[in-house]
T-cell receptor, first 117, second 112 residues
Framework: GAVVSQHPSWVICKSGTSVKIECRSL??????MFWYRQFPKQSLMLMAT?????????EQGVEKDKFLINHASLTLSTLTVTSAHPEDSSFYIC?????????????FGEGSRLTVL | GIQVEQSPPDLILQEGANSTLRCNFS?????LQWFHQNPWGQLINLFY???GTKQNGRLSATTVATERYSLLYISSSQTTDSGVYFC??????????????FGKGTKLSVIP
């Protein structure tokens, strides 16, 4: 069964609103989680690394004020897309390593498809 | 950062055929995983294989870490095998050495 759960799977919102996506590790604790973005027919691009109890680390070119990340507990990380615009429409997917961050097997959530009208 | 190259980019197979997907990477790695992305976008873990050989049913994988490549074998392909196969690695050291870096994927279509 799934070891990382992501919610919601689909979300449609109006331009200017904010959307929160949750990522939970179900049967293990994760001090670190990763958020990826995938455009149609492309590979996954890392957006940011979520760290429990500290600030997230963002990849170059990713606006930290637009994509707010909160790692509230050892099993939950949230991504909030603030003031969403149509260009933010994409497939967002989280992952968590089971075991050591550098060498542990990574498991992915089901993904969240965001459409901004 | 580390470079991950997958080949071929596209592959069409007749049901029942065998295939080999390749993943080359440019630096030493702590982690290498193969995923299958289904039509709904979910990434299914196939293998966690930083080195060695593993088999799971009709699928098997081999990673030769010293030569920086990994192979995914699919035997007796079925239409349900269709989708995109990704190879992803975690670099052993240096910048980004905890991040999973993805290749561009191989899109597999299995036709009846």
């Amino acid at each position: 069964g799934a070891v990382v759960s992501q919610h919601p799977s689909w979300v449609i919102c109006k331009s200017g609103t904010s959307v929160k996506i949750e990522c939970r590790s179900l049967d293990f604790q994760a001090t670190t989680m990763f958020w990826y973005r995938q455009f149609p027919k492309q590979s996954l691009m890392l957006m940011a690394t979520s760290n429990e109890g500290s600030k997230a680390t963002y990849e170059q070119g990713v606006e930290k004020d637009k994509f707010l990340i909160n790692h509230a507990s050892l099993t939950l990380s949230t991504l909030t897309v603030t003031s969403a615009h149509p260009e933010d429409s994409s497939f967002y997917i989280c992952s968590a390593p089971r075991g050591r961050v550098r060498s542990g097997e990574l498991f992915f959530g089901e993904g969240s498809r965001l459409t901004v009208l | 950062g580390i470079q991950v190259e997958q080949s071929p980019p596209d592959l069409i197979l007749q049901e029942g055929a065998n295939s080999t997907l390749r993943c080359n990477f440019s630096d030493s790695v702590n982690n290498l995983q193969w995923f299958h992305q289904n039509p709904w976008g979910q990434l299914i873990n196939l293998f966690y294989i930083p080195s060695g050989t593993k088999q799971n049913g009709r699928l098997s994988a081999t990673t030769v870490a010293t030569e920086r490549y990994s192979l995914l074998y699919i035997s007796s392909s079925q239409t349900t095998d269709s989708g995109v196969y990704f190879c992803a690695v975690v670099r052993n050291s240096g910048a980004g050495s905890y991040q999973l870096t993805f290749g561009k994927g191989t899109k597999l279509s299995v036709i009846p």
